[in-house]
């Protein structure tokens, strides 16, 4: 009895000074103080599993160099150095103080000529995909999140195969996490057909728990450095079938032109991260004609640059917008400062529009959402609910001349720790048909009104309210 007695207390006194010295690390790591807070109450209120997502989720691994800084640096320059801005600003005056505040950020150029293509439905979006894929000639370049090993990434698999057996270069990135669910026989079939596959900060331990925090997020396809894809349509059945409940709501954006060569940067980045190998060849960023009048800026966020480009560019959109700001987003879990933004603007006399799905594929995430609809609605903001399925799309409008389409959702997760990509795209057509999407999501959608959303039960207003205290950790 007494061993038995000794071995609860030793193990009591462990436990304690792993949760002490969990604080000592959060606190002088001199992260900001929310998201300290929210670790040092996870690990202190939820027992043991507090500790358990503390050691999977909450290492901040970028100080010990997961992918060194300096070359990222030198990576996303030197792909651009030959780049300079192809589109002209003349019309864009509004967006002068964005565009300038991206290159300085993040060494993007504008660059225009483009032809861009939305697609509100998978079926689509690879339908167009698998055509320009048949015609590629000398690469092919896939980075997806979740690359699974199902119908139509089978069909996918398939259709590579066949270019790399012409000789067509062939590189695929997936994320070890995102496509967990994966056979891996499904990805060594794609090197045995000559495709080089690479996964994204491997899963593996002792790195497990430095790696899975910072996940590669992003969804892109480049063609002969002429053809783009970039959104939030992955690779899986279930974006084209969607679920018993529902249809699965997405937005994807094809481009044809100079812009590309943006989209170009960050996979050939992404695979030095992965391969050690180094491409900067002028054969990847070949001289295009114009293909359009749309010019944009592609972004490449992550947790291992010195500012946090995508949110900064967001806020200085949402500053700079005068009349309307429609917003669709899976999650809703928005830094203070975002926040902060989007209620002054309504309160300015901004149209805000923030759209979510009714229904969530991550219950808790949906909670902590939530937690912020009330502050919204009393600024002002209007929140809609879509109800015809599970709305996954990832767009931003504002006004008449500038939309947001990417990988990034409108969370904390997304602007701080996750590798994503987004298109700023500067043309009113395009914007115009976004807008047109928006409407029309609208009609699927429900209004919410304060009065109601005031009235709900005390209870779930509590769960919503206690689930925002871990947002920055979701």
């Not at 199902?150 to 195969?161: M, N, V």
């Not at 699965?248 to 960050?266: A, F, I, M, N, P």
């Not at 979510?356 to 219950?363: E, F, T």
């Amino acid at each position: 009895m007494q061993l038995n007695d000794t071995l609860l207390l030793i193990i009591e006194i462990l436990y304690i000074l792993t949760v002490v010295s969990i604080v000592v690390v959060v606190i002088s790591e001199n992260r900001s103080p929310i998201k300290a807070i929210a670790w040092i109450l996870a690990v202190m209120f939820l027992p043991v599993i507090g500790i358990i997502w503390y050691l999977f989720f909450g290492q901040d691994t970028t100080k010990k160099r997961v992918i060194s800084k300096r070359m990222y640096s030198k990576l996303k320059r030197r792909p651009l150095d030959e780049m300079r801005d192809t589109a002209d600003v003349n019309g864009l005056e509004k967006h002068d103080n964005l565009i300038k505040l991206l290159k300085n950020l993040d060494y993007t150029p504008l660059l225009g000529g483009n032809d861009v293509q939305v697609f509100t439905h998978a079926r689509d979006k690879f339908d167009q995909l698998f055509i320009d894929i048949e015609q590629a000639k000398h690469h092919i370049h896939v980075e997806y999140y979740v690359l699974l090993d199902d119908t139509i990434g089978t069909q996918l698999q398939q259709t590579l195969i066949k270019k790399a057996k012409e000789g067509v270069e062939v590189r695929v990135i997936y994320d070890s996490f995102g496509s967990r669910k994966a056979k891996k026989r499904f990805f060594e079939e794609f090197r045995k057909a000559g495709i080089e596959a690479e996964s994204f900060l491997k899963l593996a331990l002792p790195s497990l728990t430095s790696r899975l925090n910072y996940r590669m997020h992003r969804k892109i396809v480049v063609i002969d450095g002429r053809i783009g894809y970039v959104g939030g349509i992955n690779v899986a059945d279930r974006y084209l079938k969607g679920f018993s409940w529902g249809i699965w709501r997405d937005t994807h954006v094809r481009v044809e032109g100079k812009g590309v060569q943006g989209l170009q940067s960050v996979f050939l980045i992404d695979w030095y991260f992965v391969s050690q190998t180094l491409i900067t060849s002028r054969d990847y960023f070949p001289m295009l004609d114009n293909y359009g009048d749309s010019p944009m800026q592609v972004v490449n966020s992550g947790p291992l640059s010195k500012h946090n480009e995508l949110a900064h560019g967001i806020l200085q959109a949402i500053y700079d917008a005068k009349e309307t700001i429609f917003i669709q987003t899976p999650y809703f879990l928005p830094p203070d400062g975002m926040i902060d933004a989007l209620q002054s603007a309504a309160i300015r006399g901004v149209d805000v529009r923030i759209m979510l799905s009714k229904r969530s594929d991550v219950h808790l995430v949906q909670m902590a959402s939530r937690s912020f609809i009330k502050q919204m609605l009393r600024s002002g903001v209007k929140i809609y609910f879509y109800t015809k399925g599970f709305l996954h799309s990832k767009m931003m409008t504002f006004d008449t001349l500038l939309t947001l389409i990417g990988s990034a959702n409108f969370d904390s997760r997304s602007f701080d720790q996750n590798f994503e990509v987004e298109a700023f795209i500067y043309d009113k057509e395009v914007t115009r048909q976004a807008n047109e999407i928006f409407i029309e999501d609208q009609r699927d959608s429900e209004l919410v009104l304060f009065k109601e959303w005031a009235k709900r039960p005390v209870g779930v207003r509590f769960k919503e309210s206690l689930m925002r205290l871990f947002a920055p950790l979701l």
